[in-house]
């Protein structure tokens, strides 16, 4: 239980919704009980994959299409406005709002990243250099619009 909150932040991140964070936080914790868990040192990779297995079990395009929708709502009302980072996190492809919140606010290395997606980690550097490139880029352009 300690990783909990740690849990539902990432669960957040990728669903974008509470209700659907907390579900995916609830299936996750169903299925470590239901699971054996890998020793001590691995255990919060353990828990971030199984959770991101859940969400992709759901309906994760229509998640991120719904945020996409509200943000495409928000933007359109407040053209004027500089766009918060959130915001801007929302418009990038789901792949790469999901490292950069791993790698920025999960404080995760390379590494366990590249556990938590199932890919390597050549491929977990470029998609976040990558990442933050493009939000580089659209938070320029909110800025330079606000001007």
Avoid: H
């Amino acid at each position: 239980m300690q990783y909990i909150d740690f849990l539902y932040s990432y669960a957040y991140q990728l669903a974008s919704r509470s209700d659907f964070a907390e579900e995916l936080v609830e299936a996750t914790y169903s299925s470590v009980l239901e699971a054996e868990a890998p020793n001590t040192a691995g255990i919060k990779c353990w828990l971030l994959r199984m959770l991101r297995n859940k969400w992709q079990e759901r309906t994760r395009v229509q998640c991120f299409q719904s945020a996409v929708e509200e943000l495409q709502v928000n933007t359109a009302d407040s053209r004027s406005q500089t766009a918060t980072l959130s915001q801007a996190l929302l418009t990038l492809p789901s792949g790469l709002n999901e490292i950069l919140f791993l790698r920025e606010s999960a404080r995760l290395s390379y590494q366990d990243i590249a556990i938590v997606l199932n890919c390597s980690v050549t491929r977990v550097v470029f998609c976040l250099g990558n990442a933050r490139r493009q939000l580089k880029m659209l938070l320029a352009k909110d800025f330079d619009r606000a001007r």
